[in-house]
């Protein structure tokens, strides 16, 4: 297995990255000035809507992130690694976002997200929106740390992250975007608003995002991997119908076309032969329903010496489509706006990839050794040994695996709200809300190796000389068999598929769900006096969820339909109490409490029905302090807390029938305490400092689980407390920060030139914490950006390099393979560095 690396801090380019820590201290609710000369008026107000409501960021009393288009186009923050690197306690990696080590446990049908993403309003779970076109239309970004339930309600327990998309303009204007970079990166975007007669004005953006492999492919032709090719455009109508009427439909389409890489596998190969034994056929390992493909194999793993390289034979392809609609109504009535949100989202995903991640003309499997070893435990007269009538040596035989996923989405919502905005001391926030989403996927593992899963490779190489029937089973006229078909029959003609040319099933799943998701919400803020507020918030959820799956295992579970519905429902609330001492100092505090449905684990391994899993329960409490320093030069943004969770939903890889299928289960209980700071610093009137920092704390309490990995490899198969252990993806510490320099050029324009440094803790990616399979170390980067602009901010034209150190790190880890002993793992990107052009016109 893979070496662990050091767990210290390291400062890459350390003159750099010291001097910039003991500049100040971290970073979040970011928005740089207009110009260099608002500076004397201080860092610039940020207005955000996480409350529903139209609030300063430093009077809002939750721990907010928040980051408007100039902010992130400064900082660098274009994708999910840059939101990450700048917001305390967030973690994403390609499908998952964790908050406060409260996220995902697993991305099969039957779980939901621990963290809301909302578009404009309108939930959704698809993390697609973090990649789509570097935020090429969104004029902010808002991450709301702490359990949302009353407002946010649906799946909000970890926080919520926000895109506000920009909104139309009546006069005409727009920008032009060209980005290059080395790995073959080019971006080219552009966008265009304006008036279209008295009362409407549209916006429209289209992009598209190019990339080359990061993951060089030493089979001969066949394509690198892990590229990108993104087409995206979006479009927006907007009516003003009065001053109290506004109305606006948006449409948003994606589209990928990529080789996608079937993950980063640094292990050296295990190539030995697997003898048969008590818990084993010839060949495979124990608990696996797969030969070892890899035994025999005589070449190298590339990706011990360079993690970017691999040898597989199937490039495989991701081909995925997404639509949205969003419309939004809001009608002021005197002092009550009512707000009607609908969302409709659709996804057409379908991807393949190398099942084996190998290259089969370097494989070896024995069929000699496997059919003597067979032959001698299970068929009189035994054993008999087949080699190479020609040559003598054994006969070997090649895996050529693939593995697919397709899938389906179709989803609905529908909210209504009611806001009031009294003069007096009492106001408040309602709703109603309906979500129905219909997915399908479809998952398998087909085997497509010649004398494997299709052909006969004793009659190929035998001819009429031998009755393989007669020799296998001592019946003649036997049809020819391959040796996964003939190890099904030895067995007694356990579960065995396959479909003429294209190969034999190690195992296939199509699940179906349909959930439903209503609520009625409320919210009543009373001003008591004018520094102190209290809040009060109500929500009723009820969830129900309908699944099926379609079930196949090889040797162990025949095509199995099954069909599962429940439901759930939970009062949340909030209780809140805001103390405005000064017009630059708050404090806060609260206690509220979250919830997430429960679930089903649709496409387990067996034949017994679906696992059901409890809502999760959360209670949490928060206390925080926002002060303005220096007449605006300086904001500081505290907040610590405590989260009392009750059967807390876990990712839990099992191992079933062989065949490992990602899950999810309740522990019992768990909590978590944590501190995060945030600075944004005017140092000099040129020079902003923006650092984070956030400490989190989390551990099981009460939680005993049993390793099917452990397992499998070891035979270590006892119940283990996991009490103390770090929940997954909960970095203890992250930091970062950032300085950005304004040399003001008068009549020649402006250069603005940003650095930071980011670091992010060890982690964990499952429940048990082992340092072989689970620690994700830590790591950290350095970017830096040097921007022109001229001087009627028309052109902008910059130089940038993101992960200057040009590291790989690790971002997550998948769980071990049965069938290898291997495992992948997600990585960051090398560096990049490229030049961008961008001219805006008015």
Not at 255 to 271: A, F, I, M
Not at 621 to 632: P, R
Not at 654 to 676: P, Q, R, Y
């Amino acid at each position: 297995m893979r070496e662990n690396k050091t767990n210290a801090l390291r400062f890459k380019l350390s003159p750099l990255a010291c001097a910039m820590i003991v500049t100040g201290f971290s970073s979040a609710a970011y928005a740089q000035q207009e110009s260099v000369e608002q500076a004397d008026a201080g860092i610039e107000v940020i207005e955000v809507t996480s409350t529903k409501r139209s609030t300063t960021l430093m009077e809002t009393g939750q721990a907010v992130s928040a980051f408007n288009s100039d902010a992130m186009e400064d900082l660098g923050i274009d994708d999910a690694q840059g939101l990450v690197q700048y917001s305390p306690s967030l973690v994403i990696t390609s499908n998952r976002v964790s908050i406060r080590g409260v996220g995902r446990p697993t991305t099969s049908l039957g779980s939901d997200p621990g963290v809301g993403i909302y578009t404009d309003g309108v939930y959704n779970t698809e993390n697609g929106v973090f990649s789509y076109c570097n935020f090429c239309d969104v004029d902010r970004i808002e991450v709301l740390r702490g359990p949302q339930g009353t407002l946010y309600g649906r799946n909000a327990v970890g926080g919520a992250i926000n895109f506000i998309s920009t909104a139309p303009q009546k006069d005409f204007g727009g920008y032009i975007n060209l980005e290059a970079g080395n790995d073959g990166y080019l971006l080219t975007q552009g966008q265009v608003t304006g008036g279209l007669g008295d009362i409407f004005s549209a916006i429209v953006t289209v992009s598209k995002k190019e990339r080359d492999a990061l993951q060089e492919n030493l089979a001969e032709g066949v394509a690198d991997l892990d590229n990108e090719d993104r087409t995206y455009y979006s479009a927006t109508l907007q009516a003003d119908w009065s001053e109290n009427w506004t109305s606006s439909l948006r449409y948003i389409n994606t589209d990928r076309s990529e080789n996608p890489s079937p993950g980063y596998l640094t292990d050296e190969y295990p190539t030995d032969y697997i003898n048969i034994g008590l818990a084993n056929l010839p060949g495979m390992y124990p608990n696996s329903v797969a030969l070892n493909h890899l035994s025999g194999y005589t070449l190298e793993n590339p990706a011990v010496a360079d993690e970017s390289k691999t040898n597989v034979d199937t490039a495989g392809h991701l081909s995925s489509e997404t639509e949205r609609f969003i419309f939004t109504n809001t009608i002021s009535f005197g002092d009550i706006d009512v707000k009607y949100i609908y969302g409709n989202y659709t996804l057409d995903y379908d991807s393949l990839a190398d099942g084996d991640v190998s290259n089969a003309a370097y494989g070896g499997i024995d069929l000699s050794m496997m059919l003597a070893e067979t032959t001698g435990a299970f068929i009189p007269g035994g054993p008999f040994y087949l080699p190479n009538p020609a040559t003598g040596a054994p006969i070997t035989l090649a895996s050529d695996m693939t593995t697919s996923i397709m899938q389906e989405v179709d989803t609905n919502s529908h909210e209504l709200q009611f806001i009031s905005n009294f003069d007096g001391n009492l106001n408040f926030i309602a709703g109603l809300y309906y979500y129905n989403s219909e997915e399908s996927q479809y998952n398998d593992f087909v085997e497509h190796g010649f004398g494997l899963m299709q052909g006969d490779a004793i009659q190929a190489y035998y001819g009429g000389a031998i009755d393989t029937g007669m020799f296998l089973t001592g019946a003649p006229g036997i049809a020819p068999m391959s040796i996964y078909q003939f190890n099904a029959a030895l067995l007694g003609g356990a579960p065995f598929k396959a479909e003429g040319d294209t190969g034999g099933y190690l195992y296939s799943t199509q699940n179906e769900l349909e959930t439903t998701s209503t609520a009625v919400y409320g919210q009543v803020e009373y001003q008591m006096n004018d520094e102190l507020t209290l809040t009060a918030g109500l929500r009723y959820s009820e969830d129900e969820k309908e699944g099926s799956d379609d079930v196949f295992t090889y040797l162990f579970v025949p095509q199995n339909q099954r069909e599962v519905k429940d439901d759930w429902s939970k009062v949340t609330w909030r209780l809140q109490a805001d103390w405005q001492v000064d017009q630059d100092t708050l404090f806060y505090g609260y206690v509220a409490t979250g919830y997430r449905s429960g679930g089903f684990n649709l496409g387990a391994a067996n034949t017994d029905q679906p696992d059901l899993v409890d809502p999760e329960e959360l209670t949490a409490f928060e206390v925080g302090y926002k002060k303005s320093l220096f007449d605006n030069r300086a904001n500081l943004s505290l907040a610590a807390y405590f989260y009392d969770y009750t059967d807390l939903q876990v990712q839990s890889d099992k191992l079933e029938a062989g065949v490992i299928t990602s899950s999810f289960d309740n522990a019992a209980e768990a909590s978590i305490t944590g501190l995060e700071a945030e600075l944004q610093f005017l140092l000099t009137d040129d020079l902003i400092i923006n650092a984070m920092y956030s400490y989190n704390k989390s551990e099981y309490d009460e939680f005993t689980a049993i390793d099917s990995i452990a397992c499998a490899f070891y035979g270590e198969c006892e119940i283990q407390d996991l009490s103390g252990n770090q929940l997954n993806m909960a970095p203890e510490t992250k930091a970062s920060i950032a300085a950005t320099q304004h040399f003001e050029l008068n009549d020649m324009g402006a250069i603005a030139l940003t650095a930071s440094y980011s670091y992010v803790g060890e982690q964990y990616s499952r429940e048990f914490n082992r340092d072989d399979f689970d620690k994700v170390d830590s790591y950290d980067s350095i970017d830096a950006r040097l921007a022109w602009t001229s001087p009627e901010e028309a052109f902008v034209v910059a130089a940038f390099v993101k992960n200057a150190a040009d590291e790989r790190n690790v971002l997550r880890y998948s769980s071990p393979s049965t069938q290898t002993r291997m495992q992948a793992s997600e990585l960051s990107d090398p560096i990049t560095y490229g030049v961008q052009l961008r001219y805006s016109f008015y």
